[in-house]
């Protein structure tokens, strides 16, 4: 009877509190809205964590103001001498053996939790069936390669809903950091190895969040690491197979538009020592300097962090310093007038494969 | 060459100042220059949180913002926290075990110019070039990556002050082993004796992994050397392994004093002596030991495997357990005791909440998993900043105001120091309460500006609020430290009537010699022990005599000059022909003034008893 009312009222705190947390953040963001197995286990070991420490401090709390209200000076109370105590076994035993329970009860989760989300033997069989996505990090900019269809793309991740979806993580130049906060965190990128993890998007809620997720850098790694963020499409499986064939075949369109061709031709001149632009791109990784542009109009944002419209691309083209400090795209091209500006931007906006 | 009672010129103090060897006079320079930079961490913060009040914000550029987001925290922990930890130890650890000064007082005034002139190399940056950027953590791939000279300030700055702290550790090791009065045992010795001892047991061994790592940084940086180049077999991950071994136990370095000059005010001013008192020590120890146990917990998300992972999240658990044994002594030391709210125990009171705050959130980033969440977000900046100043600055700042009157001889006033209190306190919990919500709901530390529409704005500008009432108390504090100094009154031995540990029983401040005759020590709070058996002095263990006392010194100051002209030197080698040897020319003339040292025989002087006697009369007729 007396366990039941103890369960009972952890439950009943524990779902007050995720009442209360869930009204924080943004469903594409929150780590309290999450949207995944992985970030639903993380969760729930917070709200378990939180609901323990809950108690403590409530606990600590009540002596607290009962002490410092029953035991101040007061008047006419200037000589009192308080007994000296030296003090008390029992409630020492008490207060050793208490948090120790309760630590064993954060810490089983704790371990049991670590050892499930480390689990990557799928994407490490010979004969995988699982979707492996290979993360590069770089000064500002991410690239999204998948290794089993051949396909690359840039900045915004396109993932398949209701499975788990494995990644390899590094880096190319200094430490970031991967996060994806409302579906799983975190994992490093680091610059001397390979790490790995796998991360599962819920259709359902998914499709609550409007199936694009805001994916974060949580490593200093430079002036503009507050602006290196990315974008995550998450599509029903079906959707997915239908974006990785229009990725695989993907062709340069021949235009007839002159602008267009102006535009191409100072891209050729220009831009296409780092960028490729088709998502087919066998060179290897240390060939690709900059994001690859095969599905750039398809992007949800400018740098990844304006608004995706040919104003803020011409803005960033004209002055890629000003939107992120630090980048390594200003200074590597001549300047472009506002005609060379139009022409590319025009171009820019025909790579695409939907 | 007594300089008891003498009427001094401004340069004649300055000279004093500068060769005393008196750890009392060193805990006032500790005092003066951690406060200078604790004031300038407090203005970066300010910038900080001007630049993050609103999204898109330009008050500072990106890469400025690297710069002032780095000093602030290598400032605050190593220039501010530290020196001022190291003001409260020497200023009162000798007066408690009933000793005369520090076991070694030479290298007491070495580890204080050590320091100081490590912190202005450091802070000498901003007008060289830049600022190091990179964190205070200064993770390898970014720091070597980074363009301007701001990280050879920050690994030749931070091993010059490093030295200085290391033998500050030493000495207090030795002082504390060697120098107890009779009668003064080790369980009866005061609780912030014990978190000094332990502290320094830390000390050494925390800061020899940090001077490593900075070795290999340097060599890396100025002198082509490849520790942390994984394309040339090194690796980046050692640094922070290294970096971590040190940086875990420096939060406990920082906080264990803070502990014990909690448990010396509980006490004071609940008029009761410290519940459990051996089990406060036999925490204290353990926390310490824990401490060296539990650094990977900084790096979960490193990709160290699951086992690791696993191990640290336990191991870091399990602190936990030593501390909440330490807050409810705390709380039942003050059950059934007297209370009086003064200025240092309205903060040891506040610091009870406000650090189980940020030891529940320690536990919840310990737990593995749910940290690749937390990690690297604004989560663990409210968390840190929970422990570092509602425990550490709660802690200064209530020491400062206890034993304010003990190093310079005035009470604060009790009503500012107060309205600094509340001020404090209230923007404290507005900084950074909201803060743990900003990072759960996605937002990363370090980072210069936020985009609107993430849900971030509310929260940063309550952050900003907060930390200008935190500013505000810091102006009152300032305001009260001058008028204090001007118009303050002379106060006796005892001025909070209730002290208890042997401090209290010398005049303030103390005497040069601090005790005319060694006490002998009749068990914990000693003091206390002779008030309520009738005495007013306490029991002597040795007649009266000649005092013997150590003779001031330059060198100290010549020695830890000669290391900032190296610095210097070896920072622009690369860049200008007069760089090696204004190096050399610098490391000659430490070398040089080190054996002066040695070769000079210096026996001191004696304070003749006559001098000593006519001193006490003065100082109890004050």
Redesign the interface.
């Known amino acids: 009877m007396k366990k039941w009312l103890r369960n009972w009222r952890l439950v009943s705190l524990v779902s007050a509190m995720a009442l209360l947390?869930a009204g924080?953040?943004?469903p594409f963001?929150?780590?309290?809205q999450p949207a995944g197995e992985v970030?639903d286990?993380?969760y729930k070991?917070?709200l378990l964590?939180?609901a323990i420490?809950v108690i403590?401090?409530a606990v600590?709390?009540i002596?607290?103001l009962y002490?410092?209200t029953r035991?101040?000076?007061r008047k006419g109370?200037e000589n009192?001498?308080?007994?000296?105590?030296?003090?008390?076994h029992t409630?020492?035993i008490i207060?050793?053996v208490i948090?120790?329970i309760l630590?064993i009860i954060?810490?089983v989760p704790?371990?049991l939790?670590?050892?499930?989300?480390?689990d990557v033997k799928p994407m490490n069989k010979k004969e995988r069936d699982v979707v492996v996505v290979n993360v590069r990090a770089n000064l500002y900019w991410w690239e999204f390669e998948y290794p089993d269809y051949g396909i690359i793309t840039s900045q915004d991740l396109v993932v398949p809903t209701g499975e788990r979806v494995y990644f390899n993580?590094k880096?190319s130049?200094?430490?970031h950091?991967f996060?994806i906060?409302?579906v799983?965190?975190?994992?490093?990128t680091?610059?001397?190895?390979t790490?790995?993890f796998f991360l599962t998007f819920d259709d359902k809620r998914a499709e609550e969040a409007g199936r694009l997720f805001?994916g974060?850098?949580?490593?200093?790694?430079?002036?503009?690491?507050?602006?290196m963020?990315f974008k995550v499409k998450a599509l029903p499986r079906g959707e997915f197979d239908q974006w990785v064939e229009k990725m695989k075949n993907a062709k340069p369109v021949a235009s007839t538009d002159p602008v267009v061709k102006q535009g191409e031709e100072i891209f050729n001149k220009s831009c296409i020592g780092c960028h490729a632009v088709t998502p087919v791109d066998g060179r290897p990784e240390q060939a690709r300097l900059a994001p690859n542009l095969g599905n750039f109009a398809d992007r949800e944002r400018i740098a990844g962090?304006l608004e995706h419209n040919e104003e803020n691309l011409k803005a960033w083209l004209k002055d890629p310093e000003k939107i992120k400090?630090?980048n390594k795209m200003t200074g590597t091209y001549p300047a472009l007038s506002d005609e060379e500006l139009e022409a590319l931007t025009k171009y820019l906006m025909t790579l695409s494969v939907q | 060459m007594s300089t008891l009672a003498r009427k001094k010129g401004v340069g004649a103090v300055i000279w004093d100042y500068l060769t005393t060897v008196d750890h009392k006079k060193i805990a006032i320079l500790y005092l003066i220059a951690g406060g200078i930079f604790f004031l300038l961490g407090g203005l970066e913060a300010m910038i900080i949180r001007i630049q993050l009040a609103v999204p898109n914000n330009d008050f500072i550029s990106a890469g400025f913002y690297n710069e002032v987001l780095t000093m602030h925290g290598t400032t605050m922990i190593f220039l501010a926290a530290m020196p001022l930890v190291f003001a409260m130890m020497n200023a009162v650890v000798p007066i408690q075990i009933g000793a005369r000064d520090v076991a070694f007082p030479f290298l007491n005034a070495l580890g204080f110019w050590l320091f100081f002139f490590g912190g202005v190399f450091l802070n000498l940056s901003w007008f060289l070039g830049g600022a190091p950027d990179a964190g205070w953590t200064s993770y390898a791939s970014l720091s070597l990556a980074s363009p301007t000279h701001g990280i050879d300030f920050y690994v030749l700055g931070l091993q010059i002050s490093g030295f200085g702290t290391l033998i500050g550790g030493i000495n207090f090791l030795v002082t504390i082993i060697n120098m107890r009065a009779p009668g003064m045992t080790y369980m009866r010795m005061p609780m912030f004796t014990w978190a000094t001892f332990v502290t320094s047991a830390l000390i050494l061994f925390a800061f020899p992994p940090l001077t490593v790592g900075l070795i290999f940084m340097m060599m890396d940086r100025l002198f082509g050397g490849n520790f942390f180049d994984p394309a040339l077999g090194g690796n980046t991950i050692i640094w922070e392994h290294l970096f971590w071994i040190f940086g875990h136990p420096e939060v406990y370095i920082l906080v264990l004093p803070a502990f014990g000059i909690f448990s010396e005010i509980f006490a004071t001013f609940s008029r009761k002596r410290l519940f459990g008192y051996s089990s406060m020590v036999f925490a204290t120890v353990l926390i310490g030991f824990l401490g060296f146990m539990v650094w990977a917990h900084h790096m979960f998300t490193v990709g160290m495997g699951p086992i690791a992972n696993a191990i640290f999240a336990v191991a870091t658990m399990a602190i936990a357990v030593p501390t909440g044994i330490k807050i409810f002594n705390w709380l039942f030391t003050m059950w059934g005791g007297s209370i009086r709210f003064t200025t240092p125990m309205m903060y040891a009171v506040a610091f009870i909440p406000s650090f189980v705050i940020g030891g529940v959130t320690g536990v919840m980033n310990a737990t593995a998993a749910a940290d690749y969440q937390y990690h690297d977000s604004y989560f663990v900046v409210a968390h840190f900043h929970y422990v570092i100043v509602g425990g550490v600055v709660f802690a200064l700042l209530a020491g400062a105001h206890y034993w304010w009157p003990k190093m310079f001889g005035k009470m604060l006033d009790e009503k500012l120091g107060k309205v600094t209190f509340w001020l404090f306190f209230i923007g404290f919990h507005l900084t950074f309460f909201i803060q743990h919500f900003l990072g759960l709901m996605g937002m990363p530390r370090r980072v210069f500006t936020f985009l609107p529409g993430q849900g971030f704005e509310t929260g940063n500008m309550i952050s900003t609020i907060g930390a200008f009432f935190m500013a505000a108390g810091t102006i009152v504090l300032l305001a009260n430290v001058v008028i204090t100094t001007v118009k303050g009154k002379r106060v006796g031995n005892d001025p909070w009537e209730d002290g208890r540990t042997l401090e209290w029983a010398v005049s303030s401040p103390a005497p040069e010699y601090n005790f005319a005759q060694t006490p002998l020590v009749r068990g914990l709070d000693a003091y206390w022990i002779e008030k309520m058996e009738g005495k007013k002095g306490l029991t002597p263990a040795e007649p009266l005599g000649d005092i013997h006392m150590p003779n001031p010194s330059i060198l100290p100051f010549v020695i830890s000059l000669g290391l900032f002209v190296a610095a210097f030197g070896f920072l622009f080698h690369n860049d200008h022909a007069w760089g090696t040897p204004v190096g050399v020319v610098g490391l000659l003339i430490t070398l040089g003034a080190m054996f002066f040292r040695s070769i000079i025989d210096d026996h001191g002087f004696h304070i003749h008893k006559e001098e000593v006697m006519e001193a006490e009369k003065k100082g109890a007729g004050a």
């Open positions: 947390l924080c953040g943004k963001l929150s780590t309290l970030a286990m993380q070991l917070m964590s939180t420490m403590v401090i600590v709390t002596i607290f002490v410092v035991f101040r000076r109370e009192k001498i308080p007994k000296q105590v030296e003090g008390s409630l020492e207060w050793t948090p120790i630590l954060l810490a704790t371990v939790y670590t050892f499930k989300l480390a993580l880096a130049d200094v430490k950091s996060w906060p409302a799983g965190g975190k994992m490093d680091n610059t001397d190895n790490n790995q805001y974060k850098c949580a490593e200093l790694c430079g002036p503009s690491h507050a602006l963020d962090i400090p630090g």
